[in-house]
């Protein structure tokens, strides 16, 4: 029988596994996160540069206005139009940055919080799909499905073991895909009773010639969610993969 030391030892070693896994998931996650935030950016600063190299011309085209002159004027207006374009490429670029900002932000905060707290499943799932964004194979490679069900109410959980247990499932299941051949199918489908809630992932993909013949990192997690008072089931076969998480009100 394990002494009460060996169980505190035991239970480090296993937190600190944990925080391994998960730094190294975001790590890996970086470069991504930083091609996500450089795409949108350099969209605000070209079309900002393209307004400042027309803001010459649109000077002259407005003394020569002032002539009367019908061709000046039809050019101010096609100068006006394509300025137009850049302000509105401008403003799609900066509120996708601003979004982007905001999601992880609260996700780190979030992830800090090491206890059950109620909140929206819809919003979780939301906001960790837009995070996943920055994992280039799950943005250009899977085609998603999202399914919200009305929220009646929100859930007691731990935000950073749902996460885990979402993040796994993607990128374990991106790369079982074999890109080359096609895209991957996920959906993602929540879904509420009288006493939970529930959200529902599956995958079907195109499997490698020499497919693994198991999961093993999702396993980790989902035994952390299920000593959360959570209910999971779980199933892996060549080319599809289902979880289904049932979280307690």
Do not use: W
Not at 84 to 106: F, P, S, W
Not at 142 to 151: D, K, M, P
Request: hydrophobic share 40%; proline share 3%; aromatic share 6%.
């Amino acid at each position: 029988m394990p002494t009460q030391n060996e169980n505190k030892s035991s239970g480090r070693k296993e937190a600190g596994e944990f925080q391994t896994q998960e730094l190294s998931f975001i790590g890996a996650l970086l470069p991504g996160i930083l091609h996500n935030l450089a795409t949108p950016l350099s969209g605000v600063i070209g079309a900002t540069q393209l307004m400042e190299m027309r803001n010459a011309d649109q000077d002259k085209l407005l003394e020569r206005l002032e002539s009367a002159n019908s061709q000046a004027a039809k050019e101010l207006i096609t100068l006006f139009e394509k300025n137009k374009t850049n302000l509105e490429i401008i403003g799609r670029n900066a509120i996708q940055l601003i979004d982007l900002l905001q999601v992880m932000v609260q996700r780190f905060q979030r992830c800090g919080v090491q206890q059950k707290v109620p909140q929206s499943l819809n919003e979780l799932l939301t906001n960790e799909l837009a995070f996943l964004n920055a994992n280039l194979v799950f943005k250009h490679k899977v085609r998603r499905e999202i399914q919200l069900a009305n929220e009646p109410f929100a859930l007691p959980m731990v935000y950073s073991h749902v996460v885990s247990v979402i993040d796994e499932f993607v990128t374990e299941t991106s790369g079982l895909h074999d890109k080359k051949q096609g895209m991957a199918e996920m959906s993602f489908v929540t879904d509420f009773g009288e006493q939970s809630g529930s959200l529902t992932m599956k995958a079907s993909y195109i499997p490698f010639e020499t497919e693994t013949d198991s999961i093993d990192t999702i396993q980790v997690y989902l035994v952390r969610i299920r000593n959360d008072g959570c209910e999971y089931t779980f199933s892996f076969d060549a080319g599809k993969v289902d979880l289904a998480l049932t979280i307690p009100k």
